[in-house]
């Protein structure tokens, strides 16, 4: 999933504040499990903006929400196609991709990101979120165990550690596990070591052109097109 | 045939001796040069580091030049931290075209570490990597299989680090090193022979040659906050015990008694092959050092 944080309140006050009407979206999917921008949050953002407004003295907004299911496709994103055009901004609490997915659809009413879109990362426990994939279009972890250097070291080297790791440790935070320290003892584990002996040649960058799009089989294959 | 003078030392059997100066911060490089000339004549080669513990400094590059107009032998230090394959390939060009034939390879220390923390990390190749790079360009090609007019040839060295708390992993990485085409290593600092003696019978399988990384301790307090604060060093605490001995003000010549005593015994017992001595700040206590180790005798 899609981990984000809520931008602090005070960068949302600053925003928002050449804008009277706004319309706070919420986004049903990753930014509901992550705490960062679900209908829980949605409320919680509302009633604070409308107690810093008061306790300022300052602006005249009016606040209205609304939670789509996901923001990042355009069948949940035409349900706000009556209430754009009763606002003068939409603050969105969808990942970066929910904020560009709305402003696509409706270039006349400007979009604000609510959320600091941070990662793709798994639960590791409650309330905590641990980042595990970089989307580098070209997975590896069948040569490293299952543990992605390129994510989890934060040099994203291929051919073993560096000579900072201690303790097990990372040399750029003491707290971050050594990626390879894990890759070798999970390797080790399932005797593949040879794995980690083979040379890894440098990375191809051309498997992650920016933007980028990916056309489902299912769809190409029966000849829909999203044009 | 060689391509440097201190390939030509490596080959020679002789026991070498590099040291390492930083550069500095801004354009006035008055005590470079002042270090270069101290050290041109009494080691094998200088290395000039490449922003090292990611701290922001004149550049390796420039320093490796600066040695060269003043007669000395350079050792280039490349770290992949800072530049993508097309900019670390232009630097070894223009190295190459400047008489500048050695190069040490490393992957680079965090930018987290240094004084540019909110710099966007490069790391387009590792060490392993670069080193298999340079030896593409030697053949003539660049790393996208291109032509070049006119190839370099570098003497290439890499790092290791015999005192790693967890060394398995870092065999690995030295082997894919030496597969790639490393003549020599430079050591993590050694503080502690018997990880080094541990370290050579497994190196002495391969034919590179290893020069003990000794790190001039200045203080008690300097090897305490090394352990904490520099990647991969750990000093023992009978280390730390011994220079807390020296008298207020006095920890530099306990630092320096410490690293006579470990390249005497390095080379008397023929440890390594040779040493690479870092002063970290202290560069002019190097000749004391090398006159004190018996190793100031004939010029180089």
Redesign the interface.
């Known amino acids: 999933m899609i981990v984000a944080e809520q931008k602090p309140l005070e960068e949302i006050g600053r925003m928002i504040s050449p804008y009277q009407r706004v319309l706070i979206v919420g986004c049903g999917t990753c930014m509901t499990v992550c705490d960062a921008g679900g209908e829980r949050e949605v409320a919680f953002l509302d009633s604070a903006l409308r107690v810093a407004q008061t306790k300022s003295g300052e602006g005249n907004h009016t606040f209205s929400q609304y939670v789509l299911k996901r923001q990042c496709d355009p069948e949940f994103i035409e349900m706000l196609k009556d209430k754009v055009g009763e606002v003068d901004v939409i603050l969105s609490l969808g990942c970066g991709i929910g904020v560009q997915a709305i402003a696509e659809r409706y270039p006349d009413t400007p979009v604000l990101p609510g959320v600091n879109t941070s990662f793709m990362g798994m639960a590791k426990e409650w309330g905590v979120w641990d980042e595990r994939c970089a989307a580098c279009g070209e997975c590896r972890l069948e040569e490293t165990g299952g543990i992605c250097p390129i994510t989890r070291c934060t040099k994203g080297i291929l051919n073993g550690p560096c000579a900072g790791t201690k303790n097990g440790k990372c040399e750029a935070n003491k707290e971050m596990d050594c990626a390879w320290v894990l890759i070798y003892k999970r390797l080790e584990r399932l005797q593949q070591l040879d794995k980690m002996r083979r040379y890894y040649p440098p990375r191809n960058f051309l498997a992650i052109p920016r933007p980028k799009r990916i056309v489902s089989k299912a769809t190409s294959n029966t000849g829909e097109s999203h044009g | 045939m060689a391509n440097s003078k201190f390939e030509e030392k490596l080959n020679s059997g002789e026991f070498i001796v590099t040291s390492e100066i930083g550069p500095p911060k801004g354009t006035d490089t008055s005590e470079l040069v002042h270090h270069i000339d101290l050290l041109k004549e009494k080691v094998d080669a200088i290395n000039v580091t490449d922003h090292q513990s990611s701290v922001m400094r004149f550049p390796s590059l420039g320093g490796c030049l600066l040695i060269k107009e003043r007669g000395g032998e350079p050792i280039l230090q490349m770290t992949c931290?800072d530049r993508n394959?097309l900019a670390l390939e232009a630097d070894l060009l223009f190295a190459y075209s400047r008489g500048i034939t050695n190069v040490l390879c490393l992957?680079?220390?965090?930018?987290?570490?240094g004084d540019h923390k909110v710099a966007k990390?490069v790391?387009?190749?590792?060490?392993?990597?670069l080193i298999?790079?340079i030896r593409t360009m030697e053949s003539g090609k660049d790393?996208a299989g291109n032509d070049m007019k006119g190839a370099p040839k570098f003497c290439i060295g890499a790092?290791?680090?015999p005192e790693?708390?967890?060394i398995?992993?870092?065999l690995?990485?030295f082997?894919?090193k030496v597969?790639?085409g490393a003549q020599f290593f430079q050591t993590?600092g050694i503080f502690d022979l018997g990880s080094l003696q541990r370290f050579m019978q497994y190196a002495s399988q391969f034919n590179v040659k290893i020069l003990a990384g000794i790190i001039v301790l200045a203080s008690a307090g300097m090897a305490k906050y090394m352990t904490n604060n520099v990647?991969?060093i750990?000093v023992p605490k009978a280390m730390i015990d011994e220079l807390a001995t020296a008298e207020k003000g006095k920890g530099l010549q306990k630092g320096i008694q410490i690293a006579v005593r470990f390249i005497k015994t390095i080379k008397d017992e023929k440890l390594c092959h040779g040493v690479h001595i870092m002063a970290v700040g202290n560069e002019g206590v190097v000749p004391e050092i090398l006159e004190a180790a018996e190793l100031a005798g004939a010029p180089r």
Do not use: C, N, W, Y
């Open positions: 931290r394959r992957t680079g220390d965090s930018v987290d570490v990390p790391f387009d190749l590792d060490s392993v990597q298999r790079m790393m790092s290791v680090h790693a708390d967890f398995e992993p870092q690995i990485k082997d894919k597969a790639a993590q990647p991969g750990i």
